[in-house]
């Protein structure tokens, strides 16, 4: 069955860089798109961006200011979301989600979710 | 970006109550409308997708309605199993965006 399995919880201090790994799995990882997407808590879900596994194609929130970078190791069937210069408000469960293209943004199956928490 | 809103933001029903929760979308989206149910400490999941067509493997129970700018999610008789926060997503243009959620409990 199809598979996205994240990273662990991470604590992070303000000004640092986190980075979040998806392996995914019962299925032709080339053939949909990742998404990433967070959730603060008793938030609506926000959309980070996404990246189209065949060809690493992506797109980013302007709300994030350059701060995401999403990447994927196809041979590992595995992305990867960066985010850098973390702030207090970047306290979320940040998911990976699969979908059937960049703009087709439907999303069937999530990963379990990877808490980060940003702290002094 | 296009601004998703949801009415009501919460409601509480009886077992075999149906329950409708509107979403409304700052822009028309046409059918680009999904709707997801999350449960604590789980990921979200998908219900409905293109505004009114069931994910396979989902209780026909739950329907979706509506185009445009206008929608409706509906739960025909409440389960127990179905108390839960019930978010709204667009994917009209990048962003997509989401609803600010209905939680759904039993009276």
């Known amino acids: 069955q199809v598979q996205l399995v994240q990273s662990g919880a991470e604590v992070k201090k303000p000004g640092a860089s986190v980075r979040v790994s998806c392996r995914s799995s019962?299925?032709?990882?080339?053939?949909?798109?990742i998404h990433w997407v967070r959730q603060a808590p008793g938030q609506r879900p926000e959309w980070m961006g996404c990246?189209?596994?065949?060809?690493?194609?992506?797109e980013y929130s302007q709300h994030f200011q350059d701060r995401v970078t999403i990447t994927r190791d196809s041979s590992a069937s595995t992305a990867y979301m960066d985010l850098s210069g973390l702030k207090s408000e970047d306290t979320a469960v940040y998911y990976c989600?699969?979908?059937?293209?960049?703009?087709?943004?439907?999303?069937?199956?999530w990963g379990q979710g990877t808490l980060v928490t940003v702290s002094s | 970006d296009i601004q998703m809103t949801q009415s009501p933001l919460s409601l509480s029903a009886s077992v075999g109550d149906r329950v409708t929760i509107t979403c409304q979308a700052s822009q028309g989206i046409t059918k680009y409308l999904n709707w997801y149910q999350q449960k604590p400490g789980k990921a979200p999941k998908v219900l409905i997708y293109d505004a009114s067509n069931l994910e396979t493997g989902v209780p026909s129970r739950f329907s979706g309605s509506g185009s445009g700018t206008n929608f409706s999610f509906t739960i025909s008789s409440l389960q127990p199993e179905d108390i839960a926060t019930y978010f709204c997503?667009?994917?009209?243009?990048?962003?997509?965006?989401f609803g600010p959620g209905t939680k759904v409990d039993i009276k």
């Open positions: 989600a699969r979908s059937y293209g960049l703009l087709v943004i439907l999303f069937t199956h």
């Open positions: 019962g299925y032709t990882f080339s053939h949909y798109a």
């Open positions: 997503q667009h994917y009209a243009s990048l962003p997509p965006t």
């Open positions: 990246i189209g596994a065949a060809n690493g194609n992506t």
